[in-house]
T-cell receptor, first 115, second 116 residues
Framework: EAQVTQNPRYLITVTGKKLTVTCSQN?????MSWYRQDPGLGLRQIYY???????DKGDVPEGYKVSRKEKRNFPLILESPSPNQTSLYFC??????????????FGSGTRLTVV | AQSVTQPDIHITVSEGASLELRCNYS??????LFWYVQSPGQGLQLLLK??????LVQGIKGFEAEFKRSQSSFNLRKPSVHWSDAAEYFC??????????????FGKGTKLSVKP
């Protein structure tokens, strides 16, 4: 089944403790992206990647890091989490070419709480 | 800069009534257009998309949307709403880079409530 897999689904952590949220896709998509979703603010892009070793900042990159060493994986790293990073996070992937079946495929989300 | 506006934050309709959710975008060329739905506690599911051809597109769950270039709009419609349609709906615009898709920009969403 074509899917984007995020782990973990839920995470509670303490301020300053480094964490990684994993994202993996099995569709051979070139494009991957991370979003955070907060009430009233919709989806805001954190980082995106158009191919292996190619990453770029989105609208709200501060406090986050990403890497794209393999095409299928795009982990989100919080080196020193703070309470304002408490949010619902989504990973998405897409082909870059608009074939009839293209469009973003989203993971199920990771609800992160930083205390 | 590209932007997407969903003017209605929250809409309530009665079950069986028709629905129209509005979406306006700002973009210099013909964009790729999407509608996603998010049920409570769930991820985002693609309802439908437009990138060329017929401006009226059909999607899943009985939804359709019409691209109107002159109005820079891509409104989502459904003739008869079901209680299970209660969810949050996001319009998104993808930039067209010479045939390749760039980033998607999302609207802030419209929350749909359905009255029995």
């Amino acid at each position: 089944e074509a899917q984007v897999t995020q782990n973990p689904r839920y995470l509670i952590t303490v301020t300053g403790k480094k964490l990684t949220v994993t994202c993996s896709q099995n569709m051979n998509h070139e494009y991957m992206s991370w979003y955070r979703q907060d009430p009233g603010l919709g989806l805001r892009q954190i980082y995106y990647s158009m191919n292996v070793e190619v990453t770029d900042k989105g609208d709200v990159p501060e406090g986050y890091k990403v890497s794209r060493k393999e095409k299928r994986n795009f982990p989100l790293i919080l080196e020193s989490p703070s309470p304002n990073q408490t949010s619902l996070y989504f990973c998405a992937s897409s082909s870059m070419v608009p074939t009839p079946n293209y469009g973003y495929t989203f993971g199920s989300g990771t609800r992160l709480t930083v205390v | 800069a590209q932007s997407v506006t969903q003017p209605d934050i929250h809409i309530t309709v009665s079950e069986g009534a028709s629905l129209e959710l509005r979406c306006n975008y700002s973009y210099g060329a013909t964009p790729y257009l999407f509608w996603y739905v998010q049920s409570p506690g769930q991820g985002l599911q693609l309802l439908l998309k437009y990138f060329s051809g017929d401006t009226l597109v059909q999607g899943i769950k009985g939804f359709e949307a019409e691209f109107k270039r002159s109005q820079s709009s891509f409104n989502l419609r459904k003739p008869s709403v079901h209680w299970s349609d209660a969810a949050e709906y996001f319009c998104a615009v993808g930039m067209n880079y010479g045939g390749s898709q760039g980033n998607l920009i999302f609207g802030k969403g419209t929350k749909l409530s359905v009255k029995p």
